[in-house]
């Protein structure tokens, strides 16, 4: 009989099983367990972290992990949350970054110090010296930095890498920090903005942390992910909760033939952070799987358009998918897929349509509805974004200024 377990992470390291959810200091991940049935890599997603090339749980859910000697980097799970800072020393990322593992993001949760006259270090991560390290500061300028030692010398200027602006650094400001590094590769975040440096050479042997004192009373929570999240992700978690998240196919991603990017049209139109979880090619199926690995998801409001309908196997099927992957989702706005330009036959989008509309009601955002049409309800030449036949499929910046201005309305409409 399947029985739902916890998969509990500690320090970066998969260390048990069990019925019950995590403690403090803990992370867990759900799954079923089939009377000890093994999970293969594959099976598992989220964030990233060192674990075991498989585990093995019994029925009552008390069988430890097998393998002492985890690969590195082997599959994603998600991260761990600190919010006692006592915990989050150099013990903890001493058993994360075990075996020269060098690749992290981390999250700081503070609110910023008052009499800001000088540098305020938030934390540092280094080996033990001011050589080798990674510092998290506000600077006086005032910004939020990141810099990086390597041998002594600074890899990205005494300035450091900034991001932030001085509203976002002022006094006794509520704010959060995204840091993620791998190798030469490196994202720095604040308020869901970010600044990439991908020259920098990052230190080895960097498990001591140090923090002013300071900055003891307004650092509240920590969240460590061994395992570099993407970019995009990396930026959702200092993301405001106001965000917006489109998810979709090439409609969403933009930018193909160099066409318009509908996030950005969105973003600048709706005043609204706009995170672009699009991916050109994606089926359905791999589109609702954003939604659950994305960390904050679920804080943002959700946009999502299949412009192309990739993969379709029915109407039924395509359906039933959408509603899997936005269970738990109260806030989101669902844009039927566009109709290629010249196509005839377009009863499989009129029903995939009326099914949503069936499902979802006023989430849903016909784009008949703000498009130019033609006489037979199609969209004119002006809504794609070529007419020379090279590309029948995607929009025109037209579409996307008044599907931006579609979904701001409807936003406004939804109280979201």
Known sequence: MAKKVYLITRRGLAYRVSTSPPAEGEHGVLFESENGIA????????????YPSWVSVADDGSRPLVSANPTLGQY?????????????????LAAV??????S???????????????VQVIWTLSDGTTSNRIANRRQVSPNIALNVGFGGVE??????????????SADSTAIRTAFGWALNDLIVSVAGAGTSDLSASIPTGLNNIVRLSNYDTVCTRYDIWPSKL???????????????????????????????????????????????YGKGGNTIEQIMARQTRSPRAKNFTQIIWDGDQNGIVSVSDYIAKIKAGMAGYGKF????????????DVSQEVAIRDAMVAEFGSK?????????????????DAMYFKTDGTDNIHGSTALMNAAATAVVNKLTALSY
């Open 333 to 344: 706005i669902i844009l039927p897929p566009f109709v290629d330009r010249g196509q005839t």
């Open 97 to 102: 970054l075990a075996n020269g593992y060098q």
């Open 364 to 380: 849903v955002l016909d784009w008949r509805d703000f498009a130019t049409l033609d006489g037979n309800g199609n969209p004119t």
């Open 155 to 168: 890899q990205a200027g005494t300035s450091g890498i900034s991001v932030g602006n001085a509203a976002q």
């Open 104 to 118: 992290m993001t981390l999250v700081a949760w503070y609110t910023t110090p008052a009499n800001h006259s000088a």
């Open 39 to 50: 999970w293969d890599a594959s099976e598992i997603q989220g964030g990233g972290v060192i």
């Open 76 to 92: 994603w799970v998600n991260g761990i949350t600190y919010t006692s800072k006592a915990e989050f020393e150099a013990a903890e």
């Open 230 to 276: 993407s970019t995009l992700e990396t930026l959702s978690w200092t993301a405001a909760d106001n965000a917006l998240m489109a998810n979709g196919d090439s409609f969403v991603e933009g930018g193909v033939n160099g066409g318009p990017v509908f996030p950005s049209i969105l973003q600048s139109t709706s005043g609204r952070t706009v995170l672009n």
